[in-house]
């Protein structure tokens, strides 16, 4: 299990989301799979990753199962192929199958 926050900066462009920041440190410890994301949130209602999380988590897992969990206690799941359902990817790529 691996945790990560919003890095907020002045540089909009400089942030970075929770999601990618959980991916990021994972990566950094040897991780290149995933099966499952928990996006929890203290907004009104469960968010789902933004576009260039669900492109990056794409990379290592597109048929990644996001559970998106607001303050109350609301749970909402989806699949990430069905977010991004034609994502790129590199053949190639270390992280892929």
Do not use: Q, W
């Amino acid at each position: 299990m691996y945790t990560g926050c919003n890095v907020e900066n002045s540089s909009f462009g400089a942030t970075n989301c929770a999601e990618r920041t959980a991916v990021y440190c994972a990566i950094c410890d040897g991780s290149r799979r995933f099966v499952k994301i928990v996006v929890v949130t203290d907004s009104e209602n469960p968010v789902m990753p933004c576009g260039i999380c669900r492109s990056v988590l794409h990379e290592f897992a597109p048929d990644l199962e996001i559970i998106a969990v607001d303050r109350t206690g609301r749970i909402e799941r989806a699949s990430l192929s069905s977010l991004l359902p034609h994502g790129f990817r590199l053949k190639n790529h270390k992280g892929s199958k």
